[in-house]
């Protein structure tokens, strides 16, 4: 098994810029409720975990067409490492978006006391 590797910084910095990582950030919610609402719920859950030798199109293309697409990408990109298609991602593409998520979700660190 090979380490996936680290993200370039102009990968990183494109995907702060991708609207689904925007999206993501505006409909993070606070539990999974969401997840009755997706287009996935009447598909086979093997659709979204392709092989990584297997093309993903038939769950992005559903993935697209789904109204609670940012909230799951915000939920896969909390959970960090995971597999699968997630929010119109491929495991690949959030490698990049879960640093520049982690980036922008990290607290300022407090400042020093006098
Ligand atoms: S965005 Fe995709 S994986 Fe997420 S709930 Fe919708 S269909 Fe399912």
């Known amino acids: 098994m090979t380490r996936a590797r680290m993200p370039r ?37 093997e659709t979204f975990f392709p092989a990584p030798s297997e093309p993903a199109d038939v769950a ?4 697209r ?3 609670v697409q940012g909230a799951c990408l915000a939920w896969a990109l909390d959970q960090g490492d995971c597999n699968g298609v997630w929010g119109g991602t491929t495991p690949r593409e959030r490698r990049a978006m879960l640093v520049a998520w982690r980036s922008e979700n990290t607290p300022e660190p ?3 006391m006098p």
């Open 110 to 112: 407090a400042p020093a």
């Open 60 to 63: 992005l293309a559903l993935c």
């Open 65 to 67: 067409s789904c109204d």
């Open 9 to 45: 910084p102009h990968e990183v910095a494109a995907a702060c810029r991708d609207p689904r990582l925007l999206r993501a950030r505006r409909d993070r919610l606070g539990d999974l409720a969401w997840r009755a609402q997706g287009r996935c719920q009447t598909v086979d859950p």
